[in-house]
């Protein structure tokens, strides 16, 4: 063959066989023979280098504890430039999995800064149940666009949570062998090979992105217009952009740090930032925890940044000093929500313990989590343990046996029995019937899921022949039947008689139907323990004895034996069934026990977990007891107003808890910090009086009252009051009241109507005012007086309006006398209508692709205008972008990985909490063409290529080969034609030589040139 196509063809088959992934790189997570030191402290690092034949094998092992804890890091080294990532990632262990116990792993990429020791989350995968035995196992996540910047360090967090704790968890890296090689058939869709390795995990990401990097400073903006701002929004970043802005124009804000409203219980942010429309946002955020105590996920809990939105658990194994690159570190979702607990020296607001039932999940999948007056100072968390169907197969026992008996999702709150029909090959010997007049057809299990058939030929003759047992031949062989114990009997299972349990007895191991913990305690574990337990008060102060009490009911029955405790930051106590704490009658199913807040309790919201064990079962249930260690002042003034000249007089009542104390009191009254009056008194029985009468010398004002006393509990009150105090000729003042509303609660679109009176400083009403109202969002309205001489205003509430309260300044004026005051009303969300427009069918091939499009629309019919909405599609996020008013639309590509039914969940959100959600479900079932040559167009390409090339060359050498033979052919001929000219001249005598001579030299000539065009093309295939 000829050797240029010999070349070509491997080249291409090379090609072939190795596709070229376009942008997708692996970074591998090495162990001890490749690491990183960040901050003295040595890590593995996640590197671009493969391991290979030399690698040290290092073996991830980790003894199991139940919760959320860290199983290895990895750094990259400092990146040395801008690096985007975005797409499909994929994290592949040839070797992982678990033992001695259940669970399950995710892992997580962090943006880390070295100069400031600060991690931005990236990414984080899905929980994924780890294998029971070391193999090799595939996960994934999506990457949004993202630019690891110069200096900084990926870091990659492996995190499992366990079920109950005791076991293994292994993983195998950098296992070097000169024999072997590593495999991967990527969900990508390509095939991966590392040879010299027996074992590796290696990350597959999209490195180039998709971006491109509008600008990197501030500086790379200038638009060399003097009258513009030059901005840059997310330097460096996939998503960065440039802003040049005229400088007339007021920016609110352009980063998140603009936005810093001081609050450690909000989470601050810009919207828009950088433009004109730029806005604040201030969003109270989910605390992880306010103390050590609420972190119960782990063993030794520790509370970090405790109250804040940066709060966070972390956890050490018990008994072990863990190392300094595996310290467990994970966030959860405590149910506890610090927010409004108000200074001793406020006024009382009570708790908002939770907003969601999301800020209530206990991380137990045996209780149902509610929040009860979700956002509201009532609001508390209720963690109900739920009616759990089956903990095992056995609980689902139907005696039938026809039927084969499964719990699925065990244990749990969806637990529930799954009973599937099985189809005995025989119910009765003639189903057996093999034909053959020679032989006895048996059923031995007849009847049974076990049952077999068997044909054999000497049944009934007295003897037990071979191949005949006691289930097949009990004429021969004896009949399988008797007890053996209480618990076990003969019986036949299939062809064989064996030793099996008896079914309903108690003593056998099975909880089976009719048996409970309390009729067969040996055989069968409390299915569900329910806890009722709360505090009566919103709040306790120092020193205040608290009674905690609970409640218990075992599979609907009342039980006196539970051992139940409690823990918190009081330490542990029991809970006592005897009747002399308060909890009822002795041996009833009341639990109870009493503490005292101690004096040095900070003021704070804490967990009291009530832990119950019945039966060998754990049950738990927290509850959040609130310490304020207030003191409560009441003041009354005759008036709003005083001028001077007038006497102020201060009276009030001083509680702790509606109860009245007597305490000293310490007054002060002040006027531009200058002391007017200070006096120290007791209160009597709770009451206290005192006045300070005020003079023409006197300067006009706001004077300061300052209330304090302190009980010996270390409970402090503090009242403070400004009271404004004008001069004889202040005649320009008014006063706006706002009148008394029950409905100052509005949904979004309707009309808010407020109601006010205007006074003078005399109180006596004003008439012909010009009264108006703003919002805090711009919105302006009139009010307009009425036969009352009340004024009322009213607006429509905008769409673009954020839930909750909603802040109102009104003024009055009236000739020079003017007044305002400030007041609010609560917005709540509207509905939004949403119409999915596509996809119209449900039934779609890997490869094709989803068109999701939505119209959505308020209550009104207004189109709803967004940015961009989400859609889930499996577990991956679409956005839709809009197109037209209220019409959104995206797309998604099927993977052969949806194979199934695969769920299309679209959650709405216009920026001002009005939101929408609906699902769909459509089903994914084979392959589209399209999926080849989207995955394989490449390796197409090629072989197209390839075979256009094999066949131009070939057909050439054909061509070739084929004339030669053809010349050939006539080669022969005219030889053959040369040799009937000489025998006619020679041997016939029938040619003359002139004849002869003409002849002769016309085919000799012929031949020749025949014979040269042979030689010349048998060259050519030559080379």
């Known amino acids: 063959m000829n050797k240029k196509l010999v070349y070509l063809t491997l080249a291409i088959s090379f090609l072939l066989l190795f596709p070229a992934v376009l942008g997708v790189d692996a970074v591998y997570l090495r162990g001890a023979s490749k690491t990183e030191s960040v901050n003295s402290v040595v890590y593995y690092e996640l590197s671009s280098t493969a391991p290979n034949a030399t690698s040290t094998l290092t073996i991830l092992s980790k003894t199991t504890v139940v919760g959320i804890h860290e199983l290895e890091s990895w750094f990259t080294e400092l990146e040395t430039a801008n690096i985007p990532v975005s797409g499909s990632a994929y994290l592949y262990f040839s070797s992982i999995g678990i033992s001695g116990d259940t669970g399950k792993y995710r892992w997580t990429i962090y943006d880390y800064t070295p100069d400031t020791n600060s991690s931005v989350l990236v990414v984080q995968s899905s929980w994924y149940t780890l294998p029971t035995t070391p193999s090799p196992h595939e996960t994934f996540a999506n990457i949004s666009s993202y630019t690891f910047v110069t200096g900084h360090r990926a870091k990659l967090v492996l995190e499992y949570t366990a079920d109950s704790g005791g076991g293994t968890i292994t993983a195998r890296l950098d296992e070097g062998s000169a024999s072997n090689q590593i495999v991967y058939n990527s969900s990508s869709g390509f095939s991966y090979t590392l040879n010299e390795v027996s074992n590796a995990a290696f990350l597959l990401f999209n490195s180039t992105g998709s971006c491109s990097i ?26 960065s952009v440039c802003r040049n802005i005229n400088s007339s124009v007021v920016i609110t804000c352009s980063s998140n740090s603009d936005c810093d409203d001081s609050n450690s219980l909000t989470s601050d942010s810009c919207l828009n930032a950088g433009t004109e429309s730029s806005s604040c946002s201030n969003t109270a955020c989910s605390i992880a925890c306010v103390s050590d105590f609420a972190c119960t996920s782990g063993i030794n809990g520790v509370c970090s940044n405790a109250g804040t939105c940066s709060a966070l658990c972390s956890y050490t194994d018990s008994g072990n000093i863990p190392d300094t690159n595996t310290t467990d570190t994970t966030v959860t979702d405590t149910p506890v929500m610090e927010t409004n607990i108000p200074d001793a020296n406020t006024n009382y607001t009570a708790e908002i313990i939770c907003s969601s039932d999301s800020a209530c999940n206990d991380k137990s999948d045996i209780t149902t989590d509610v929040c009860v007056n979700p956002g509201v100072s009532s609001s508390y968390c209720e963690n109900t343990q739920c009616s759990i169907a089956c903990s095992n197969n056995d609980a689902c026992d139907d005696d039938a046996s026809l039927t084969t008996d499964f719990c699925a999702n065990a244990g749990l709150c969806n637990a529930s029995c799954v009973y599937n029909s099985c189809n005995p090959i025989c119910s009765s010997n003639p189903d057996c019937d093999d034909g053959d007049s020679a032989t006895t057809d048996v059923c031995a299990g007849a009847g049974r899921c076990t049952a077999v058939c ?31 114990s209480d618990v076990y009997e003969l019986a036949c299972i299939g062809n064989s008689c064996k030793n099996t349990i008896k079914l309903g007895v108690c003593g056998n191991n099975r909880c089976e139907s009719g048996e409970n913990y309390f009729t067969c305690s040996t055989d069968c574990v409390p299915q569900n323990i329910d806890i009722d337990a709360s505090f009566p008060d919103t709040f306790y102060v120092r020193g205040e004895t608290v009674h905690l009490k609970a409640t218990i009911i075992v599979d609907g029955e009342k039980v006196k034996d539970a051992s139940v405790k409690a823990t918190g930051f009081f330490g542990t106590i029991p809970l006592l069934n005897d009747g002399k704490h308060d909890d009822e009658t002795r041996n009833d199913n009341i639990y109870a026990n009493f503490i005292t807040i101690d004096t040095a309790t900070e003021k704070k919201l804490y967990p009291v977990v009530f832990v119950v064990e019945l039966g060998g079962v754990k049950r738990e249930k927290t509850m959040f007891l609130n310490v304020v260690p207030k003191l409560s002042f009441s003041v009354d003034f005759e008036k709003e107003f005083f001028v001077l000249g007038d006497n102020i007089p201060i009276s009030g009542k001083l509680t702790k808890k509606n109860k009245l104390l007597n305490l000293p009191i310490d007054l002060n009254l002040s006027l531009n910090r200058e002391i007017l009056l200070h006096q120290d008194f007791n209160s009597a029985n709770g009451n206290f009086s005192s006045n300070y009468r005020t003079t023409l010398i006197n300067e006009a004002g706001d004077y300061t009252l300052i209330l304090k006393a302190t009980d010996e509990n270390g409970n402090i009150g503090v009242f403070e009051k400004t009271i404004k105090v004008l001069s004889p000729d202040a005649t320009n003042f008014l006063v706006v009241e706002i009148m008394d509303s029950n409905n100052t609660v509005f949904a979004k679109a309707t009309e808010a109507q407020i109601q006010v009176i205007i006074k003078d400083i005399e109180g006596n009403r004003v008439s012909e005012a010009v009264v108006e109202g703003e919002t805090v969002d711009g919105l302006k309205f009139s009010f307009a007086e009425n036969d009352s001489s009340e004024y009322v205003g009213s607006f429509k509430i905008p769409y673009q309006t954020r839930n909750g309260d909603l802040s109102i300044d009104i003024t009055a004026q009236k000739q020079n006398k003017q007044g305002s005051a400030e007041t609010s009303i609560t917005v709540t969300e509207t509905k939004i209508n949403l119409e999915i427009l596509e996809p119209k069918r449900n039934n779609f091939l890997a490869g094709e692709e989803i068109k999701v499009k939505i119209y959505a629309a308020y209550e009104d019919g207004t189109p709803m205008v967004a940015e961009s909405i989400s859609s889930i599609i499996g577990n991956e996020t679409v956005e839709l972008k809009g197109i037209g008013n209220g019409v959104y639309e995206g797309t998604y590509l099927v993977k052969t990985t949806d194979e199934g039914a695969v769920v299309i969940s679209i959650n709405l959100d216009d920026g001002f909490n009005n939101t929408a959600k609906e699902t769909i479900s459509v089903d994914i079932s084979g392959i589209s063409y399209l999926y080849y040559l989207r995955i394989y167009g490449t390796s197409i390409g090629l072989f197209l290529l390839a075979s256009i090339i094999t066949f131009v060359f070939g057909y050439g050498l054909l061509k070739k080969r084929f004339g030669i033979n ?13 040799k009937g000219i000489q025998t006619q001249y020679f041997i016939e005598g029938t040619m003359d030589k002139q004849t002869y001579d003409v002849q002769m030299e016309k085919y000799e000539t012929k031949l020749l040139d025949i014979r040269e065009t042979i030689k010349q093309m048998a060259s050519k295939v030559k080379k």
């Open 966 to 978: 053809a010349l050939q052919n006539k080669e022969k001929q005219v030889l053959e034609t040369i």
């Open 214 to 239: 509008a600008c990197t400073s501030n500086i790379s903006c200038d638009d060399s217009v003097a009258s513009t701002t030059d901005t840059c929004s997310n330097a460096g970043g996939c998503n």
């Open 454 to 484: 068997t044909n054999l030929p000497n049944v009934g003759n007295g003897v037990c022949d071979a191949g005949e047992t006691k289930c097949s031949a009990p004429s021969d062989c004896g009949v399988c039947e008797g007890s053996i």
